[in-house]
């Protein structure tokens, strides 16, 4: 079954940086575009990168283009999203998920919080 294990969040001051990883399993990930999602309380979950199965085309929402960076290392089934230059409103639990025109699999994983606050 499909299993998503996100890891990497914390708390860090606004203009600071973290790397979110996501190992995946369960599905042939080499096939699929992967996609890092968030999701603000009280807000709907919402795409802020993606990235095709071969790695050469990544896609990005202006409020986080510049300074968020997704990668996948498709030998060990993990997705990462480089976030940089941090602001209080990318406050949100973070997700990786497939981001495909069908949309993501039924099943999420636990996600991982990234708080920015001084």
């Known amino acids: 079954q499909v299993q998503l294990v996100e890891s990497g969040g914390g708390l860090v001051e606004p203009g600071g940086s973290l790397t979110l990883s996501c190992v995946c399993s369960?599905?042939?990930?080499?096939?699929?575009?992967m996609g890092w999602y968030r999701q603000a309380l009280g807000k709907e979950r919402e795409l802020v990168a993606d990235i095709s199965a071969t790695g050469l085309i990544r896609n990005y929402p202006d409020s986080v283009k510049g300074r968020f960076t997704i990668t996948r290392a498709n030998t060990v089934n993990t997705v990462y999203l480089q976030m940089n230059g941090l602001k209080p409103e990318d406050t949100a639990v973070y997700y990786c998920?497939?981001?495909?025109?069908?949309?993501?699999?039924?099943?999420w994983g636990q996600g991982t919080q990234v708080t920015v606050s001084s």
């Open positions: 369960g599905f042939r990930f080499t096939t699929y575009t």
């Open positions: 998920n497939r981001a495909t025109p069908w949309g993501p699999f039924d099943t």
